[in-house]
């Protein structure tokens, strides 16, 4: 298939407003990738369509699109030629990469028309702005390949990856489709809650009987271990195993043949024993020296030597989790049948200075991927993930550092970012070091004040309330943002949404 094929389609997504006619465009070019015949043109293509590459990470960032070449008169172009550079440019390293690598995209923009540069700079900033969120390419690849949706949300929540699933449903089919399986030592697509502003509401969400977990402030991660070998999972899916040895070692010495267990990893004072606070103990899961002592604590069981628990009730998943994980493995549960318990459970909670609780169905199925009714948080204060659009550059006292943040709330409807405003507050010199850099590295244009940057980092934010405001795109702004942490944890798809912000300005007096 020619890559201007396809940047034909992105632009017509971007500019079609009604759902099932961009899910048409979207099968119509899913279907042209399958005549190909080629795995490698059906995977790089439905990514591309998504704004993803195969290639995690290319090396490129703004520096490297300056000075570029005209553009090509005529496309020359395929998709596979595009992967093929990509993947090219993802492999150089070492003295002389820096040149190498542009000299790479000098080429492969020198032979790309206007329209396929415009895509190309959409990939590789992380900015590919034309409503083809993963919903609608899951509907557009069920239509594309002639199959139910029901069957490609599974094969997608197992697998965790949109480029692997087409690949197999438009090259496989059905058959395909159906060796799909919970399998050990593959990651899948973690449960995801969603928000409540009380214990009352969260509780009539999910329903009665339910569990109060405690929210613990940590990393998320997922465990399997199949005989004597376990690995460690990080909620993005990467493998952090060689970082988390304490995690290793608790899930070795457990009872059983084969588990897959979910859970959070909490950085743990060796002195008092008590928990450290969420940024050291990120940093310490990040770490790649394999010296990072974090103690897990599980909420939930997958599997069980030999059988897969996904559809299990979790009340089912919670008896076999007490069968085979110790107390001091386990996040704290207490059961729940009316409001009044609900909120007790929440005061406890926050006076015994956690983060909040996540209440939970005692009759839903491990929705993997999902952000439903079945799990729904609680916390003490507002607090929402957003992601980072773009940040200014510090004066005074912050001068040399990248300070004022500029914040974006996700757009479900275009698959972008909605601005909410701008914070410089409870930063600490160590994170303003911290974000300088990693900020810096995610640069995409620069002005003498503000650097723009991929919309990659999500950010956690405190604030008062809800205002609205006609100086931003969405109608509303934040009241007294601040900085609690980054989520380097968390993908920009997983920040809260324009949704979420307006409903909590709904519900303000």
């Known amino acids: 298939m020619r890559f201007e094929d396809l940047a034909g389609v992105s632009r017509a997504v971007a500019a079609t407003p009604a759902r099932n006619a961009k899910i048409e465009l979207l099968a119509a070019a899913l279907r042209g990738l399958a005549e190909s015949g080629d795995e490698r043109t059906v995977s790089a293509g439905a990514g591309y369509l998504a704004g993803e590459l195969r290639q995690r990470q290319t090396g490129v960032g703004y520096a490297s699109l300056r000075d570029l070449p005209p553009p090509a008169a005529e496309a020359s172009l395929s998709v596979a030629d595009v992967d093929i550079a990509f993947q090219r440019m993802s492999e150089l390293s070492g003295k002389g990469s820096q040149a190498a ?59 965790g990856d949109l480029k692997a699933v087409a690949v197999d449903a438009l090259l496989g089919g059905a058959e395909a489709l159906d060796a799909y399986r919970l399998t050990v030592g593959r990651p899948l697509s973690p449960m995801l809650a969603s928000s409540a502003p009380n214990a009352t509401e969260a509780l009539a969400a999910t329903g009665v009987p339910a569990a109060a977990d405690i929210k613990i402030d940590g990393v998320r991660i997922q465990v399997h271990r199949d005989g004597e070998v ?44 008590r928990a450290i606070p969420f940024q050291e103990t990120a940093s310490r899961a990040a770490r790649r020296d394999g010296v990072s002592i974090l103690h897990p604590f599980f909420f939930d069981i997958l599997h069980l030597d030999g059988a897969d628990l996904l559809d299990e009730p979790a009340a089912t998943r919670w008896a076999a989790l007490e069968r085979v994980v110790p107390p001091a493995l386990r996040v704290g549960r207490t059961m729940l049948d009316t409001p009044e318990a ?168």
Do not use: C
């Open 230 to 273: 376990v690995s460690v999972y990080s909620r993005s899916l990467d493998d952090i195993t060689a970082r988390v040895p304490g995690v290793v070692a608790a899930v070795a010495a457990l009872d059983v043949t084969s588990v897959v267990l979910d859970g959070e990893a909490v950085g743990v004072d060796p002195d008092s024993g």
């Open 342 to 509: 609900a909120e007790e459970a929440f005061a406890r909670a926050v006076a015994e200075s956690h983060e909040g609780l996540v209440i939970k169905s005692a009759a839903a199925p491990y929705d993997v991927g999902r952000r439903g009714a079945a799990w729904v948080k609680v916390k003490p204060r507002h607090t929402l993930d957003l992601v980072v659009l773009a940040v200014e550059r510090g004066h005074g006292r912050r001068r040399g550092w990248l300070s004022n943040l500029h914040l974006g709330a996700r757009d479900p409807q275009t698959g972008g970012f909605v601005m909410l405003g701008k914070t410089f507050k409870g930063m600490t010199d160590e994170m303003l070091r911290w974000q300088t850099e990693r900020l810096q590295a995610l640069a995409v244009e620069e002005s003498e004040w503000v650097v723009r940057v991929r919309p990659e980092l999500v950010v956690e934010i405190a604030f008062d309330g809800v205002q609205t405001s006609p100086r931003y795109p969405g109608g509303v702004a934040l009241r007294f943002a601040r900085v609690l942490r980054y989520r380097e944890d968390k993908r920009p798809e997983e920040a809260d949404t324009i949704d979420t912000v307006r409903a909590i300005h709904k519900g303000m007096p």
């Open 101 to 159: 690598r542009k000299a790479e995209v000098a080429a492969l923009f020198g032979a790309a028309t206007d329209a396929e540069r415009r895509l190309l700079v959409g990939l590789l900033s992380g900015e590919l702005r034309q409503g083809a969120q993963a919903g609608l390419l899951a509907d557009a690849l069920a239509r594309a390949a002639g199959l139910p949706l029901a069957t490609i949300r599974r094969a997608l929540l197992l697998a």
